[in-house]
């Protein structure tokens, strides 16, 4: 029973486009998600933590939460080769024993 | 950033061997963990401990057995490894509050 859901799988976008990745838990008792960057070969690096409803933004990163249902989102804005990488996301009743999902294939074409 | 090692970094057994996985880390994170990475399944919890000589079994513990022997070094054992156990194996650490793990750079395991 996977309890973290990642759409899509893969997802192609143009160099300077918007990605959009989601992420829902089928668990109720969650208080932290995460997001992790791992590129081709390397280990994964967080990228973003949001532990409260509402928006987050970190440079072209923007995280979104809405804990009534559970579901998280990541979005790149002015999307760069340097990104393509698969990103996971993260959730945890504590912070942690982690569930990671199992990913999304970003690929960004110059 | 926060620095984790692994070794080795590449391992090929054969059935039924013995294989110890090493990581250390050297940031005094009370925490530590161990994942395995497959395609399809994503990362997935093994071990994880909170101090040496503390272990808790994490979501796929079967055929393995871990110890924290100092807050800096945390095992994995396979001690009768089979082929269902090829995996690439992470090493991870965080501090108390456990908001960020930092990740080792990997050992990829080949069982015959």
């Known amino acids: 029973q996977q309890k973290v859901q990642q759409s899509p799988e893969s997802l192609i976008v143009p160099e300077g486009g918007m990605a959009s990745l989601n992420c829902t838990s089928s668990?109720?008792?969650?208080?932290y998600f995460w997001w992790y960057r791992q590129h081709s070969g390397k280990s994964p690096k967080m990228l973003m933590?949001?532990?409260?409803?509402g928006e987050k933004e970190e440079g072209r990163f923007t995280v979104h939460l809405n804990k009534a249902s559970l579901h998280t989102s990541l979005h790149i804005r002015d999307s760069q080769p340097s990104d393509s990488a698969l990103y996971l996301c993260a959730r945890g009743t504590n912070a942690y024993k982690v569930i990671f999902g199992k990913g999304t294939h970003l690929h960004v074409l110059p | 950033e926060a620095a984790v090692t692994q070794s080795p970094r590449n391992k090929v057994t054969v059935t039924g061997g013995n294989v110890t996985l090493s990581c250390r880390q050297t940031?005094?994170?009370?925490?530590m963990y161990w994942y395995r990475q497959d395609t399809g399944h994503g990362l997935r919890l093994i071990h994880y401990?909170?101090?040496?000589?503390?272990?808790q079994i994490g979501d796929v513990p079967d055929g393995y057995k871990a110890t924290r022997t100092t807050q800096e070094d945390f095992f994995l054992l396979l001690e009768l490894a089979s082929p269902s156990q090829t995996s690439l194996y992470f090493c991870a650490s965080s501090d108390s509050r456990g908001y960020t793990q930092y990740f080792g750079p990997g050992t990829r395991l080949l069982v015959l």
């Open positions: 668990d109720r008792n969650v208080d």
């Open positions: 401990s909170y101090g040496a000589g503390n272990l």
């Open positions: 940031n005094s994170h009370n925490y």
């Open positions: 933590s949001i532990f409260s409803n």
